[in-house]
């Protein structure tokens, strides 16, 4: 063999062993797949970004909804292999098939995160289910520790400051924003009470003449999963002192056993 052929052949192994270890370096990072499906607060963009700046040590999958059927999502097979699940998704009733891999993520124990109107994601309002379609109303008692029903007036001005009852959360979650609390968020403020008693709640919103809500907790789930929900996500939120970094947090939480 000649120096020339030999010094491609040993060049060529070099490059198949490389690209074997970034492969491997790869398939090693955690798996974040969020699913965005969702026409209220354009999370497709403000998670995009979120990702794009604060999520660069993840692998990260972002599925939304078919071009031709808002109730399907495009691979959903993705989230088999993911180590947690975001959720921005309002109201879509999906392909049974699709459905029952968030149902068996979730029955595994895997960590899920709640952007907004993950608390009625697969629910509808007063409307029938479609043919070949399905439902999970109970999502957000389920998953979240939750009991949304409804919302506030988008008039009235939303003021979030952290909880007062510190002794039942992870202090984790709201490491340096004290400094920033209490802050206005422009979404309106989601009626969601009561929790449930084992949700750790971290933050509440307060609008004049009501009393206030939480706003964002964690809670453990029956089947021994970590799951943490927020009522933020107005875009006005992500660009803000406060969601970022709470999501951040959460997210260390979430994949932390």
Partial sequence: MSYLRCTLVVFSLSCILANAGLFA?????????????????????????FAKERLRDFRVTSLGAAANDRNSLVGT?????????????????????????????????????????????????????PQGRAVWPEFDSQVFGGSYT???????????????????????????????LPAPSQGSLYRVSPVSESAGVLLVGRVPGADPEPVAWTFRRG???????????????????VLPDLLANAIDWALTP
């Fill in 25 to 49: 370096a790869e398939k090693e990072r955690p798996h974040i797949v969020m699913l965005i499906a969702e026409s209220e607060y354009a999370t497709e963009e403000s998670l995009a970004a």
């Fill in 77 to 129: 097979d993705a989230i088999e292999s993911a180590d947690l699940l975001i959720v921005s998704v309002r109201r879509r009733t999906l392909p049974k098939v699709q459905l029952d891999r968030v149902r068996r993520y979730v029955a595994a124990g895997k960590p899920v995160i709640g952007i907004r109107t993950a608390s009625h994601a697969f629910s509808l309002r007063g409307k029938k289910t």
């Fill in 150 to 180: 409804n919302h506030h007036g988008n008039s009235l001005q939303t003021t979030i400051d952290l909880a007062k009852r510190p002794e039942v959360t992870d202090s984790s979650l709201v490491d340096g924003l004290a400094a920033a």
């Fill in 223 to 241: 089947d021994g999963g970590k799951s943490f929900y927020t009522s933020l996500g107005h875009r006005d939120d992500f660009r803000g002192a």
